[in-house]
């Protein structure tokens, strides 16, 4: 049995994706053109967002944000504790320094009691400024985003949504972008919804700064706004305006997810029934199975995730360290998680849970 089983679902939608790939050679449009501008729209579309910028990672949907913002050396970033270690490596990457947010024991999401502490304690520290929150939607479910975009606004703080693993996950029926300013994806294969390589993405309903963040991805070529400051009229890759990176998503990519978004809202109904279903077998044999914060609804991605690794040990926490992280870090431990794993095989997970919990 596979722990996510990427063969299953290619199986189910070969015909489309292989056409879809053929599109992408027949035109020799590798790189950005009518296929990513098409996934972008369904994409926004699926994501009830303004814009949708694709580029090359998730990683690189967090970071050109940051950069976007000019978040650099003296400013601290919050993020939790327990998460991927891309949530935080961008903060070193821009220059500026994570400062370590405690979760909660029950769903694993940031903590907005630990974050708003650790917000206090920089400022009374007065070394460094504190300027962005990166919350994430760890193993699929949305973090507290009413609690956490409110000590965003208090304190003037940018919140950025990591989308890298819930990327499709609700709270009250409304997307974690009703709450942030960015929500970011990662395309990469075996997130929910994943690409055959690496892939992101950035939403945004603001308009300058999806302007800004489309200059970024393209080695800060000029935005319609630097255009007509500039009177410029020529190709705006062009003209560079700012220090940028290449983070674009490739064409194959954005045809391969165009496919796979289709399937996508069905595959997460699906998600959720096999979750129901190892929370009934489970629920009474396991310590915990997980819960979903209040009117939370979860993507059910599925990942044993380490955080805390040594080279991070020099960046501040909140006051008083990250008790719950520390503690639940070992105890950890995910299920195989797909949308196509069979009623057969959730009965053996759920069978072999039991049997080493007694
Ligand atoms: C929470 C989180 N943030 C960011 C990322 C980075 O995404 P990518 O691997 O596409 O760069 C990942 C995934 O790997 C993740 O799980």
Redesign the pocket.
């Known amino acids: 049995m596979n722990f996510i089983d990427l063969a299953a679902q290619r199986d189910q939608i070969r015909p489309q994706i292989e056409a879809a790939m053929a599109r992408v050679l027949n035109t020799c449009g590798f790189i950005m053109g009518p296929e990513v501008t098409n996934f972008e729209k369904s994409l926004a579309t699926f994501a009830g967002a303004k814009h949708a910028l694709a580029c090359?990672?998730?990683?690189?949907?967090?970071l050109i944000p940051l950069r976007a913002w000019n978040i650099g050396p003296g400013d601290a970033v919050f993020v939790p504790s327990f998460?991927?270690?891309?949530?935080a490596?961008?903060a070193p990457l821009v220059g500026a320094s994570p400062v370590f947010v405690d979760v909660l024991p029950d769903t694993y999401n940031m903590d907005p009691a630990s974050l708003e502490a650790a917000i206090l304690d920089v400022k009374k520290q007065g070394k460094l400024k504190p300027r962005a929150i990166?919350a994430?939607?760890?193993f699929g479910q949305p973090a507290d985003y009413p609690a956490i975009s409110a000590i965003a606004k208090k304190h003037g703080l940018k919140l950025i949504a990591?989308?890298?693993?819930?990327f499709g996950c609700t709270l009250n029926g409304k997307q974690p972008l009703d709450w942030a300013d960015v929500a970011?994806?990662?395309?990469?294969p075996?997130?929910p919804l994943g690409c055959y390589g690496?892939?992101?993405a950035i939403l945004t309903n603001d308009d300058s700064l999806a302007g800004l963040i489309d200059s970024i991805r393209i080695h800060g070529k000029a935005s319609i706004e630097d255009m007509a400051a500039k009177k410029y009229d020529n190709d705006p890759r062009y003209l560079n305006m700012r220090i940028g990176v290449n983070s674009r998503l490739d064409a194959l990519q954005a045809a391969i997810l165009s496919e796979k978004l289709k399937i996508y809202p069905d595959e997460l109904t699906k998600r959720d029934a096999i979750a129901q279903r190892y929370n009934a077998g489970l629920g009474p044999h396991v310590r915990r199975v997980p819960t979903v914060i209040a009117g939370g609804f979860s993507n059910w991605?599925q990942?044993t995730?380490e955080s805390e690794q040594d080279v991070y040990s020099v960046y501040p926490t909140a006051p008083g360290g990250l008790p719950v992280t520390e503690d639940i870090r070992n105890r950890v431990m995910s299920l195989p998680m797909h949308p196509y794993l069979s009623e057969a095989d959730q009965a053996l997970v759920i069978d072999a849970v039991r049997s080493f919990n007694g």
């Open positions: 090359a990672n998730g990683t690189d949907a967090l998460t991927f270690v891309a949530s490596e961008v990166i994430v939607d760890l990591d989308q890298a693993q819930g970011t994806a990662s395309f990469f075996a997130k690496d892939g992101g991605a990942y995730i």
